[in-house]
């Protein structure tokens, strides 16, 4: 049974992982629900081995799922081929823990910028390096770094591109799994304040992967707490923000 209203809805999701020379696989995931609605921003905090990034993998159809749905603006993508996780990827975006791996080194920013403006949009080339300008602006990068390569930027600068990448297409819903845990203390606030301002105009929805309970409570509206399976139930909450 789905949540009504909601934009992202998981019901019962199951992962397990074959295990060589093993009957039994790893479970890395065990019957774990959670729900997300428009604007809303959901905190999944957990201990590793929780199943965080796992469920976040599911969700992106990157992880195997042995049992349960996920469900997103109505639609099941338990098993969306390549094609439907195509149309899907205009409005669920994702920004990765480490900001130094998640850019190609051998790409300008300005075309992973404009990458997904081509697949999805289509728009002749004036048009996208105005978009991609626009963007940088919005998470306090001057637009001349578009003709600059990633090596040129720090860590805190590199997430702000990923993130400007993951909001091109104006997505509904973006995942963030870990975004701020390879970033010093100072940088982190900068990148958490920024993705507020950002919900804020945009509206967009985040699912918010921390193991920091700090940073997730500042994030977030719920928090979803893990336990790894064999430990337990999972558990939701409402943060303290006082």
Do not use: W
């Not at 300008?108 to 626009?134: C, F, M, N, W, Y």
């Not at 919005?138 to 990633?150: E, F, I, N, W």
């Not at 920024?194 to 977030?220: E, G």
């Amino acid at each position: 049974m789905t949540t009504v209203g909601a934009l992202l809805d998981v019901r019962d999701l199951t992962v397990d992982y074959p295990v060589r020379h093993a009957r039994t696989p790893y479970r890395a995931v065990d019957s774990v629900s959670l729900s997300i609605a428009p604007g809303e921003t959901l905190g999944l905090v957990g201990e590793s081995g929780s199943g965080k990034s796992t469920i976040c993998l599911s969700i992106l159809g990157l992880a195997p799922v042995t049992a349960g749905t996920i469900t997103f603006a109505g639609q099941d993508i338990t098993r969306a081929t390549r094609a439907q996780r195509r149309t899907i990827g205009k409005d669920l975006q994702v920004v990765f823990q480490d900001p130094y791996s998640s850019l190609n080194p051998a790409r300008t920013v300005g075309q992973a910028l404009s990458e997904p403006l081509e697949v999805h949009e289509k728009l002749p080339a004036a048009q996208r390096r105005d978009r991609v300008a626009q963007m940088l602006e919005r998470v306090g990068l001057p637009p001349d770094a578009a003709s600059r390569y990633p090596a040129g930027f720090s860590g805190g600068q590199r997430q702000r591109i990923a993130i400007a990448r993951a909001l091109m297409l104006s997505p509904r819903l973006v995942i963030c799994d870990e975004p701020v845990s390879a970033l010093d203390l100072s940088v982190q606030a900068q990148i958490l304040n920024l993705l507020a301002d950002l919900q804020r105009d945009l509206s967009v929805a985040y699912l918010f992967v921390s193991h920091d309970q700090a940073v997730v409570t500042y994030m977030a509206s719920r928090i979803k707490v893990l336990t790894p399976p064999s430990e337990g139930p999972d558990h939701e909450k409402k943060p303290d923000h006082n």
